[in-house]
């Protein structure tokens, strides 16, 4: 039997259902290809954005580094420290004054000794530690020359591995001996000499011998009168005699004791002069310290009484910044010889030992 083919004939809405659906599916279709080429975009926007913003927080951690830098560097010349109270680092033309005062003063630097014995048993046995410490605040605006003197002494690490070559009736003098046996002064330290600015090592004196010891003296600033002499820093200085033969400014005296006989015989020979230059901050235990330096065993060598083990200086340093520091050891020089008097000038150092250079 014939098989009859059977077809469907669809109505008119059927059809048109139909056409709706083929329309939508070729829409789906278009959005489908147009999404493949969106989302590589998507994914290379991403990564630019990524990338802007790595690059904006590496800028924005640098700018936190430098400008604060940038903005603290610090304005140092010579009135940074022969003006120390007064200078003005905002505007150096215009120094603070009377009726524009500064209004936040900097507070004096302070200098730190640091001492121990080669016979450490010995050393702790007194002083109840094998190093100690010892800190004072210095007069920057009382004793500026002297007080810079100090602090280049300190930076330039003169008294480093020198000694406290006497200790008598109330005071400890340093003064840059290596020894106590020959009593050399590190100033015959030729390649030591050397390095510092402003000097000439190859200066000889009038002998024709070569004196390695620092020849610059400076006259003396600051006196006070006081009852209580205990817990400060002196410098001897030069006399007003260019020939004389004092100090060369290297010598500093701590005073140990209220009313020392040996500093009241200093202070009264006429030939010597002394600036006050600090005092002991006054940190807690260090007087007592100082008080047992002024009680080490001592033995006569000379005109020194040298203490028995002897306590050597393993540094000291003071906390400028390190801006000043390097100024200070770069212009030494032009801080304490320019723009003075000139009688000043005429016994700031001494020409029979080292003289500054000049070009």
Same mark, same amino acid.
């Given at each position: 039997m014939k098989k009859r083919k059977i077809t469907y004939s669809m109505t008119a809405r059927q059809k048109?259902?139909?056409?709706?659906?083929?329309?939508?599916?070729?829409?789906?279709?278009?959005?489908?290809?147009?999404?493949?080429?969106?989302?590589?975009?998507?994914?290379?926007?991403g990564l630019f954005v990524s990338l802007a913003a790595g690059i904006l927080a590496v800028a924005l951690i640098v700018a936190a580094i430098c400008i604060p830098?940038?903005?603290s560097k610090e304005t140092v010349t010579n009135d940074?420290?022969?003006?120390?109270?007064?200078?003005?680092?905002?505007?150096?033309?215009?120094?603070?004054?009377?009726?524009?005062?500064?209004?936040?003063?900097?507070?004096?630097?302070?200098?730190?000794f640091t001492l121990y014995s080669d016979d450490e048993a010995a050393f702790a046995a007194h002083f109840g530690s094998s190093e100690i410490r010892l800190d004072f605040?210095?007069?920057?605006?009382?004793?500026?020359?002297?007080?810079?003197?100090?602090?280049?002494?300190?930076?330039?690490?003169?008294?480093?591995?020198?000694?406290?070559?006497?200790?008598?009736?109330?005071h400890a003098m340093i003064n840059g001996f290596t020894a106590a046996d020959d009593f050399v002064n590190k100033s015959k330290d030729i390649s030591f000499m050397e390095k510092l600015t402003g000097f000439d090592p190859k200066r000889t004196s009038s002998s024709g011998l070569a004196d390695f010891k620092l020849g610059y003296r400076l006259?003396?600033?600051? +006196?006070?009168?006081?009852? @209580?002499? =205990?817990?400060?820093? #002196?410098?001897l200085a030069g006399t007003s005699s260019s020939s004389s033969s004092g100090c060369s400014s290297t010598a500093f005296v701590m005073v140990t004791?209220?009313?020392s006989p040996q500093f009241n015989d200093l202070m009264s020979d006429p030939s010597t002069y002394m600036s006050w230059v600090g005092k002991l901050t006054g940190e807690e235990g260090q007087s007592e310290l100082l008080k047992k330096l002024n009680e080490v065993p001592t033995t006569l060598k000379?005109?020194?009484?040298?203490?028995q083990f002897?306590?050597?200086?393993?540094?000291?340093?003071?906390?400028?910044?390190?801006?000043?520091?390097?100024?200070?050891?770069?212009?030494?020089?032009?801080?304490?010889?320019?723009?003075?008097?000139?009688?000043?000038? +005429?016994?700031?150092?001494? @020409?029979? =030992?080292?003289?500054? #250079?000049?070009?």
């Open positions: 048109k259902e139909l056409k709706k659906q083929q329309e939508d599916g070729k829409q789906n279709n278009e959005n489908a290809e147009e999404s493949e080429v969106v989302v590589p975009k998507s994914r290379k926007t830098v940038m903005m940074t420290f022969l003006k120390w109270k007064t200078f003005n680092p905002k505007d150096p033309e215009h120094p603070y004054d009377n009726e524009n005062p500064n209004p936040n003063p900097p507070a004096n630097p302070i200098v730190t605040e210095l007069f920057m605006d009382d004793a500026p020359y002297a007080s810079t003197n100090m602090l280049f002494l300190a930076e330039s690490g003169f008294y480093d591995g020198t000694i406290i070559n006497d200790v008598k009736n109330g006259v003396a600033e600051y +006196k006070r009168q006081v009852d @209580d002499s =205990f817990g400060y820093l #002196t410098m004791r209220d009313n000379g005109k020194f009484r040298v203490p002897n306590i050597k200086i393993k540094s000291v340093r003071s906390d400028l910044s390190s801006a000043k520091k390097k100024y200070l050891l770069k212009n030494f020089e032009s801080i304490i010889s320019g723009g003075i008097s000139s009688t000043w000038q +005429k016994y700031a150092y001494n @020409d029979v =030992f080292y003289s500054f #250079t000049r070009s």
